[in-house]
């Protein structure tokens, strides 16, 4: 059963990093692009479901990021150990959330993280909390 599995959230003080890794099992991600979602309290209160901040293509050649997140952020991927990485550094407490990876067959090296989106597979997500 194809399943991506999201791990590496935790407690880290303001400044602090967190590396999260999206793992892919029953299905390989060389033809996959991969999307980072989160859903922030702010965002829920408003009745905002969860929201892309950044993207990585098949290759890894191509990658996006939010201009909340940019400079502070880094998505990479390891297609050999059918894995994403997501590098965060500079966290602050509005980076509190609950962090999603999501998978989208891709025949080009593209990606997006804004819909319309088409997403095959999501993870289960992990929790960040930042503290101030």
């Known amino acids: 059963q194809p399943q991506l599995v999201e791990s590496g959230g935790g407690l880290v003080q303001f400044g602090g990093s967190l590396r999260l890794s999206c793992a892919a099992s029953?299905?390989?991600?060389?033809?996959?692009?991969i999307g980072w979602f989160r859903q922030t309290p702010e965002k829920e209160r408003q009745g905002v479901s969860r929201e892309g901040f950044g993207c990585i293509s098949t290759s890894g050649g191509l990658t996006k990021y939010d201009d909340s997140v940019k400079g502070r952020f880094t998505i990479s991927r390891d297609n050999a150990n059918n894995t994403v990485y997501l590098q965060m550094n500079g966290l602050k407490p509005e980076d509190t959330g609950v962090y999603y990876c999501?998978?989208?067959?891709?025949?080009?090296?593209?990606?997006?993280?804004?819909?319309?989106?088409?997403?095959?597979?999501w993870g289960q997500g992990t929790q960040v909390t930042v503290s101030s």
């Open positions: 999501a998978a989208a067959w891709s025949s080009g090296d593209v990606c997006q993280y804004k819909p319309p989106l088409r997403l095959d597979y």
């Open positions: 029953g299905f390989t991600l060389n033809n996959y692009a």
